[in-house]
């Protein structure tokens, strides 16, 4: 039988399945999260079984409240501190970064299947990883049991030809796709991306892809392991991690959606839904309060790349705050020595700790009344940042800085 | 599974998790009580004073879209809701919700109006609108979510089974084929 991607990964490690069957498969990773992870400890606890079956298997990510804004967090901080001490689990250093970073610096291989408390868990999709975010009690019961349930995906194939047109990356692309199969448009389904454009398409543009294949639903987002993915291993001294994985050339799809990247155009998702997109010129002019460049979407060293090489030698206009934060501790380390963080500093940016920032509204950067923020996260949910009478403007990382300089919407083209 | 009665609290399209318990409490969500006076704060403001034991939410595409937040099912549990019905549930939150013991239901919530009278039984498939007086179908939990569901949740699962009890290659005639 040939096989899509996710049949081939569910496939390796319960013989045989094809879309729509049930199996129980054994994990490679389980983690959790600073704002999910409390419950997943005490709902461990409360299962009888209180231990981690597979504890070097398993990672505690410090990174959605990092440093803690209040008391109640720093006390959540210190339950999980305490569940690492017990359990024998790796637990992260405030400021080490996000977990869908880190899982892809430091953790995910082709054909693992990882879950994690936070629905962006997705990401590592990206390196041909069956990935996919879960509830507190699915992954209290992953890290008990050492494995999970699941129902193996049908699989949409987005079949990807030519390159992208100046100024217009991954997030574009994603932006343009979700707004066209809508919000629930890859309910359940495995969204996989092939076709003669990957090639081109970096692993920091597919792990774009990857994490916000979420927002249209969907249970994965997968690329197939390439070259692009041995080298970036590589360059993780991870090399040995590689393995190729394809999916057949024969394998049934339910949809398969084509696109060419020659036509896509700089992208916007305008408030309060990331389907609600839109070129950039849709909005161009719109005042802008903050601009917000990071997360585990767009926080990696070619988005600051991007962001650098537009803002160097000028600066952020004085009414939009510019806050940056890299995603990973790797990653300020990388763009200080290569000068960037010098150049977003001058332009009068902030730079944050590495960890999710101002993305899920608890601390450095909440909006306030009737603000507006550019934001190169995943989410525009009305009430995201912190607060329900402010609004979200979703955009690649060189629209955004395009956007900083000017104070409002901008083509990031005008500035190339 | 015992008889579920109750008023229709109506919800629209694309109500996320973010709707349902807003992030920016996420400091209360190791006080469970205090975090669920907050429950669809900005969907509905008057929710929490407005909703019985009982009650349904009744919701209309994509519910529960977003974060992996349990805290939205557990808040909707602890608000005295007995049965989310919609015409199609996000993938996460459907999952969490029968993990914390709470029947996701997909329908035709059209049929049905804010404040109407409902009456469901779990087994038998159907939701009665009292107010209307009509019988509105929905579709079958599949079958290991159901077991889960019977236990008051998966941590009572596990509990008690141990294990995952599943047939090998179980194939499923179920409703998360209709959830997209």
């Known amino acids: ?416 | 599974m015992k008889i579920l009665r109750g008023k229709a609290i109506k919800l629209g399209d694309g109500i996320s998790t973010d709707d349902i318990i807003p992030g920016r409490y996420a400091h209360l969500r190791s006080n469970l009580p205090e975090l669920a006076r907050h429950t669809l704060k900005d969907a509905i403001p008057s929710f929490t004073s407005r909703v019985k034991p009982g009650d349904f939410l009744v919701a209309g595409n994509n519910f529960g879209l977003g974060s992996s937040r349990e805290h939205a099912p557990i808040v909707i549990k602890m608000s005295g809701v007995s049965a989310i019905l919609a015409k199609s549930v996000a993938r996460i939150f459907f999952r969490n919700a029968i993990n914390q013991g709470m029947p996701v239901l997909l329908c035709d919530t059209d049929r049905i109006s804010d404040g109407d009278e409902l009456e469901m039984n779990l087994d038998s498939g159907v939701v009665t609108d009292l107010t209307s007086n009509s019988k509105i179908s929905f579709g079958k939990v599949p079958p290991f979510m159901l077991a889960i569901l019977k236990e008051g949740g998966l941590i009572p699962y596990i509990k008690k089974h141990k294990d995952f009890i599943i047939a090998a290659k179980q194939h499923t005639e179920n409703n998360e084929e209709k959830i997209e």
């Open chain 1, 1 to 416: 039988m040939a096989k899509t991607l996710a049949e081939k990964i569910l496939g390796n490690k319960a013989p045989g399945v094809k879309a729509g069957d049930i199996a129980v498969i054994a994990l490679d990773l389980v983690f959790l999260q600073d704002t999910s992870g409390p419950l997943v400890i005490r709902q461990l606890k409360e299962s009888g079984f209180g231990k981690i079956a597979m504890p070097q298997k398993a990672v505690i990510f410090l990174d959605h409240a990092a440093p803690s804004p209040n008391k109640e967090l720093s006390n959540d901080h210190i339950l999980l501190r305490q569940a690492a001490q017990e359990t024998g689990c790796l637990i992260t250093r405030v400021g080490d970064g996000i977990c869908h970073q880190l899982v892809s610096e430091r953790f995910a291989k082709p054909g693992d299947v990882i879950i994690g408390s936070d629905s962006h868990t997705i990401t590592a999709g990206a390196l041909g990883a069956f990935a996919t975010g879960m509830g507190s009690s699915d992954v209290a019961a992953g890290l008990a049991l050492g494995k999970t349930w699941l129902r193996v995906p049908e699989s949409f194939l987005i079949n990807l030809e030519g390159s992208f047109p100046k100024g217009v990356t991954g997030k574009d692309l994603i932006l343009y796709l979700i707004g066209k199969i809508g919000a629930d448009g890859a309910t359940y389904k495995s969204l996989e991306f092939g076709g003669g454009a990957l090639a081109e398409i970096n692993m920091s543009q597919r792990l774009t892809i990857a994490n916000m294949a979420v927002e249209a639903g969907a249970k994965v987002g997968l690329f197939p392991s390439d070259e692009v993915t041995r080298e970036f291993l590589k360059e993780q001294g991870r090399g040995k991690d590689y393995h190729a994985l394809y999916p057949d050339a024969e394998a049934n799809y339910e949809k398969i959606i084509a696109m060419n990247l020659k036509y896509l155009e700089p992208m916007l998702s305008f408030p309060h839904t990331v389907d609600n997109a839109f070129p950039v010129g849709e909005a161009k002019g719109t005042k802008i309060q903050q601009v917000f460049l990071g997360t585990c979407t767009n926080g990696r060293i070619e988005d600051l790349a991007i962001a650098a090489n537009i803002l160097k030698g000028r600066k952020a206009h004085p009414a939009t705050r510019l806050l940056i934060c890299p995603a990973s501790r790797s990653i300020l380390i990388q763009a200080v020595k290569l000068g960037y963080i010098e150049t977003l500093i001058e332009a009068g940016a902030v730079i944050l700790p590495p960890g999710c920032a101002a993305c899920l509204g608890l601390h450095q950067g909440v909006l306030g009344d009737g603000e507006i923020c550019l934001s190169t996260a995943n989410r525009n949910f009305k009430g995201r940042m912190g607060n329900p009478q402010s609004f979200i403007y979703l955009a690649s990382p060189a629209t955004a800085a395009a956007s900083a300089i000017t104070g409002e919407i901008t083509d990031p083209r005008e500035f190339l």
